[in-house]
């Protein structure tokens, strides 16, 4: 009796820890978004926390509240939103070269600053700091009409370069990428 409840708790441990390795099963979904621009690909790999309390199932309210104003965010939930892109580009008109990065936003009511960090492979929060930085650019908000749910990163196609772009609740970030 005792050798089946040791073995059954262990299948219910063995159990709980593939669930947590399996990032499908955590309530802010895994996503990546690609994009080629000039035969180059731009990828970044983020996860979608929705505007419902994962605990509670209460409505929460976003900007400015879970995503706070005037604060280093960490653009999405879980591990930290990686940027890859095969080819130098220019975002928001400053270079970035060809490699690996980190995406962190400072969301302001009407503006927001995109953070492109060199620092990789983190958890998303803290954010490492500015010594960090590869920039900081200026990036343009606009007011939806329509509810965003979940956290959505998208890579808009503008004739030859893209717009990046976050949008959550009632709100879009978005800055223009080419790739020269």
């Given at each position: 009796m005792r050798t089946a409840a040791i073995t059954l708790t262990?299948?219910?441990l063995a159990s709980?820890?593939?669930a947590q390795r399996d990032k499908s099963q955590r309530p802010s979904q895994p996503a990546e978004v690609e994009l080629a621009l000039n035969n180059k690909?731009?990828?970044i790999a983020y996860s979608r926390p929705r505007?419902?309390?994962p605990k509670t199932g209460q409505p929460r309210k976003i900007m400015g509240g879970v995503v706070p104003y005037g604060e280093p965010w960490r653009t999405g939930a879980n591990e930290a939103t990686t940027f890859v892109t095969e080819g130098d580009l220019k975002i928001g008109g400053t270079p970035v070269p060809k490699g690996s990065?980190?995406?962190y936003t400072i969301p302001n009511e009407?503006?927001?600053t995109l953070i492109i960090s060199k620092k990789t492979g983190q958890w998303g929060i803290p954010y490492p700091g500015a010594k960090d930085d590869l920039a900081r650019i200026p990036m343009k908000v606009e007011p939806l009409s329509q509810t965003v749910d979940p956290f959505t990163i998208t890579l808009e196609r503008?004739?030859?370069a893209a717009r990046l772009c976050f949008a959550w609740e009632n709100t879009k970030a978005c800055v223009n990428v080419?790739?020269?």
């Open positions: 262990l299948l219910m709980s820890a593939v690909k731009i990828t505007i419902r309390d990065y980190t995406l009407n503006s927001w503008a004739g030859a080419e790739a020269p």
